[in-house]
């Protein structure tokens, strides 16, 4: 058994930020790679950014240089440093992480979700 905790959404102006984490739990042998999606409301979910274990990042080109994903293999938390929020940010934003458990089985996991809202 696995789990994903995000926190840190909230509401904002346009131009300025926030920080999203996301913990991993459970019987966590080793994480591939985490990562963050979103989903507005009336639209499917999409990509955001990912990581991998060795720090391979990819980036969504709607967030590139204004997001920043990182981690801390130490803590098994993934963040996502938000700069320059615009309106079209708002969303949804899900963690998701492909996790490898001490029974040797891969997961697919995803966090419950957490709500930003750019406004003014």
């Known amino acids: 058994q696995v789990q994903l905790v995000e926190s840190g959404g909230g509401s904002v102006q346009p131009g300025g930020s926030l920080r999203l984490s996301c913990a991993a739990s459970?019987?966590?042998?080793?994480?591939?790679?985490m990562g963050w999606y979103r989903q507005a409301p009336g639209k499917e979910r999409e990509f955001v950014a990912t990581?991998?274990?060795?720090?391979?990042?990819n980036y969504a080109d709607s967030v590139k240089g204004r997001f920043t994903i990182s981690r801390d293999n130490s803590k098994n938390t993934v963040y996502l440093q938000m700069n320059s929020l615009k309106p079209e940010d708002t969303a949804v934003y899900y963690c998701?992480?492909?996790?490898?458990?001490?029974?040797?089985?891969?997961?697919?996991?995803w966090g419950q979700g957490t709500q930003i809202t750019v406004s003014s």
């Open positions: 998701n992480g492909v996790l490898l458990t001490t029974t040797l089985r891969t997961y697919n996991a």
């Open positions: 459970g019987s966590i042998l080793s994480i591939k790679a």
């Open positions: 990581i991998t274990s060795g720090g391979s990042t």
